[in-house]
């Protein structure tokens, strides 16, 4: 019958570590590096360049999902603002004249 008082205080111990890290989780994710609103805001200030932007970059555009941001790199390169709507044929005429201001070639 010895097992059952040392089982019961390998519980407790358990159950008290298991509580520690519970109440030390803050609920906060990590920080990330340059993401963001405050990623985008620096992005969008500086213009976008259209042939040499990351996915992360395109993606602060408006209207740019990952998909579309990926569809963008793999039609580069791209001369002016028609030859972009006419290679990113679905959407691209849209997201010229939405991002005009902030796009560069």
């Known amino acids: ?5 040392s089982l019961a205080l390998l519980v407790a111990l358990a159950a008290a570590g298991l ?6 989780h803050t609920g906060k994710a990590p920080a990330k590096p340059m993401t963001g609103m405050n990623h985008c805001a ?12 990351s996915l992360a970059d395109l993606q602060c555009l408006k209207g740019v999902s990952l998909t579309v941001a990926k569809d963008i790199v793999a ?5 002016d603002g028609n030859d972009f709507a006419r290679k990113i044929e679905v959407i691209g005429h849209r997201l010229w004249q939405d991002n005009q201001a902030s796009l560069t070639f």
Do not use: C, D, I, Y
Request: proline share 7%.
């Open 42 to 53: 620096q992005v969008l200030n500086a213009k976008v360049n259209l042939n040499r932007a």
């Open 19 to 24: 509580a520690g890290a519970q109440s030390s």
């Open 1 to 5: 019958m010895k097992r059952l008082p």
């Open 75 to 79: 039609n580069r390169p791209f001369k």
